[in-house]
C-alpha cells in the first residue's frame, strides 16, 4: 500500500498547493466568487462536471448498480439530465444576469424582499450538503489509512476549507480541474475495464445474476420519479449550481459547456452502474451495497492504481464538498449577514460590492467572503461528526430546495404575472409543508416533496393572482438584465484584464 499512500499524499498535497496559486488571483468579489466570470469552455465543462458528481454519484451509484443492476444508473442519469436541462434552456440567461446567488436573482426579478427567506432555504440546502460531502471521507479514509470517522472528518474537510479559504472559486476551479482528470482516469479508464474483466465480462455477469438485473427501470418507476423530482429539478435551481454558470466567459461557454458536462454525468452514471454490477457478481454477499466501491477497489486493483481510483473517490467527494461549501458561505455573507446589517444601519456588506469599487473596498468583500467559507467550514466539520445518516441529510437538503424554491425560481423565469408575494407564499407554505410532513411521514419518505412541491405552485398561482402584477420598471431592469444589459448600478469593474481561461 505505500505506492497507494503517496498517490494519495502527493494528490492532497496538490490541493493545498492549488489553493495557494488561487489565493494571488483573487483579489477582487469577482474573483474570488465566481472566478471572475472568465471560464472557458473546458475548464467550464470540468469544474461542472466535478460539482455535480460527488461522492454519491461515485460510491453511492457503484452501490445502487450493486444492488438493481443497470437501472441503478438512474440517480446519477438524472443529475446529468437536469444539467442538460439547465444548460440548454436556462443557464445563458442565468449567466447574463451577472449576480452571485439565486436570491439575488429573485430579488431582481420581483423587486426586492424575497432575498432572506429564499436566502435561508438556500442555505439550509447548501448547509447539509456540504455536511453529507464531508461526512463521506470518513468512508474513503478508512479504507485509506484505517483513520477513526472523527478524525478522517476533520482531515478531510481541513483540505477543503484550506484550499476554498485561500483561493475562492479560483481555487475551487482549479482543484475541480484536477478532480475532473483524476475520475475521469480512475473511474472510466481503469475501475470500469478492469471491473467488467474481473467479473468475466459481461456474458458472464448476465449468466450469473437475474434478468432484472439488466432490465432498464428495475429499480421502479416511482423511485425514478423520485429522483427526477429532486435532482433533475435540484439540478435547475441549486446555488452550488448557479454559482457555477455565472463563472461561465458567455452565453456561449454557459449552454455548450454545461452540455458537454451533462452528457459526461450520463456516461458516469452507466459506468457506476457497470461496476457495481460487476461488484456483485465479485461479492455477492455484502454487508452493504455502499461497501461495493471500496471492496471492489481493494481487492480487485493492482498497486499504485488502486491509489489512483482511491483518490478519483476522495476527488469526487472533494469537489461537491468545496463547491457546497463556498455556496454555502456566499449565501450567508451576501444573502442574510449583509441584509441584516442593512437593516440594522450598519452599512451594506459584502453584498454591495457588485458594482466594483476601490481597491481597499475590494479587499475588505474578499476578506470578508474569505471569513465566512472558514466559519462555514469549521461547522459543517462539527455537524458532520455529530451526524451519522448521510442519506437524511442530504434527502432534508433536497427536499427543502425543491419544495421551497422551484416553483418561485422558474416561475420568475417563465412567467411574467408572478409577484414578489406570490413567491413570498410559495417558499413559505412550500418550505412549510416538507418540514411537516418529512415529521409525519418521515425523512426518507417521497411524500413530503410531492406535497411540498405542489402547495408552493398552489400558493404562488394564487397568490400571484390575487395581488398587484411586478411593477412594470421591476420588469423592465429584468429584461434589460436577462438580454446582458446591465443596469448603471450593476456592472462589475473587474480587477485585472479580462484573460479567458480555458
Known amino acids: 500500500m505505500a505506492v497507494d499512500y503517496a498517490v494519495i499524499v502527493v494528490y492532497l498535497a496538490g490541493m493545498l498547493a492549488m489553493g495557494w496559486w488561487g489565493m494571488r488571483r483573487a483579489k477582487s468579489k469577482s474573483e474570488f466568487l465566481v472566478a471572475g466570470r472568465r471560464l472557458g469552455p473546458w475548464m467550464y465543462s470540468g469544474t461542472m462536471a466535478a460539482i455535480v458528481l460527488g461522492g454519491a454519484s461515485t460510491i453511492g451509484g457503484v452501490g445502487l448498480g450493486y444492488k438493481h443492476g443497470l437501472s441503478g444508473a438512474w440517480m446519477v442519469f438524472t443529475i446529468g439530465l437536469g444539467l442538460l436541462a439547465l444548460s440548454v434552456f436556462f443557464s445563458a440567461r442565468i449567466a447574463r444576469l451577472k449576480v452571485y446567488t439565486v436570491s ?3 430579488d431582481l426579478r420581483y423587486g426586492g424582499r424575497a432575498g432572506v427567506i429564499s436566502g435561508i432555504v438556500m442555505w439550509a440546502y447548501t448547509l447539509m450538503l456540504a455536511v453529507t460531502s464531508t461526512i463521506a471521507y470518513a468512508t474513503i479514509f478508512d479504507v485509506l489509512f484505517d ?3 472523527t478524525v478522517a472528518i476533520i482531515l478531510g474537510g481541513a483540505i477543503v476549507v484550506a484550499y476554498s479559504t485561500l483561493g475562492g472559486m479560483w481555487s475551487i476551479t482549479l482543484t475541480d480541474m484536477v478532480q475532473f482528470v483524476v475520475k475521469t482516469i ?7 475495464p478492469i471491473a467488467v474483466v474481473k467479473a468475466g465480462g459481461f456474458s458472464e455477469m448476465r449468466a450469473k445474476l437475474p434478468d432484472e438485473y439488466f432490465a432498464p427501470f428495475g429499480i421502479g418507476g416511482e423511485t425514478i420519479f423520485t429522483y427526477v423530482l429532486i435532482y433533475t ?11 457555477r454558470v455565472f463563472t461561465a466567459r458567455g452565453d456561449k461557454v454557459a449552454r455548450w459547456g454545461g452540455t458537454v458536462a ?17 461488484a456483485k457478481v465479485l461479492y455477492p454477499n455484502l454487508g452493504s451495497a455502499d461497501d461495493a466501491f471500496a471492496t471492489i477497489v481493494k481487492d480487485e486493483l493492482p498497486m499504485g492504481v ?3 481510483v482511491l483518490a478519483a473517490a476522495l476527488a469526487a467527494v472533494m469537489s461537491t464538498s468545496s463547491g457546497a461549501l463556498i455556496a454555502c458561505a456566499t449565501v450567508a455573507n451576501n444573502d442574510i449577514w449583509s441584509r441584516l446589517r442593512r437593516v440594522g444601519g450598519r452599512g451594506g456588506g ?6 466594483g469599487g476601490t481597491d481597499g473596498a475590494e479587499h475588505d468583500e474578499v476578506r470578508g467572503n474569505r471569513l465566512f467559507i472558514l466559519i462555514m467550514g469549521i461547522g459543517v466539520i462539527a455537524i458532520a461528526i455529530a451526524l451519522n445518516d448521510v442519506v437524511e441529510a442530504l434527502t432534508v437538503a433536497y427536499n427543502l430546495l425543491v419544495g421551497g424554491l422551484l416553483v418561485p425560481i422558474l416561475g420568475g423565469l417563465l412567467w411574467k404575472r408572478g409577484t414578489v408575494y406570490g413567491a413570498l407564499a410559495g417558499v413559505i407554505v412550500g418550505g412549510g409543508a416538507v418540514v411537516g410532513l418529512m415529521a409525519t411521514y418521515g425523512i426518507l419518505a417521497n411524500e413530503p416533496v410531492y406535497y411540498g412541491l405542489l402547495s408552493s405552485l398552489a400558493a404562488y398561482l394564487i397568490v400571484s393572482l390575487a395581488t398587484r402584477p411586478t411593477d412594470e420598471a421591476v420588469l423592465a431592469a429584468w429584461r434589460r438584465r436577462l438580454a446582458g ?18
Do not use: H
Open 306 to 308: 488502486r491509489g489512483l
Open 186 to 192: 480512475g473511474v472510466l479508464l481503469l475501475l470500469l
Open 350 to 355: 459584502a453584498a454591495d460590492g457588485a458594482a
Open 485 to 502: 444589459e446591465a443596469d448603471d448600478e450593476s456592472p462589475e469593474t473587474p480587477s485585472e484584464p479580462a484573460v479567458p481561461v480555458g
Open 147 to 149: 483513520l477513526n470517522r
Open 262 to 278: 451533462g452528457t459526461y454525468c450520463l456516461v458516469y452514471a452507466l459506468a457506476g452502474a457497470v461496476i457495481g454490477t460487476a
Open 104 to 106: 439575488e436573482m429573485l
Open 233 to 243: 429539478f435540484g439540478m435547475l435551481i441549486g446555488q452550488d449550481i448557479w454559482q
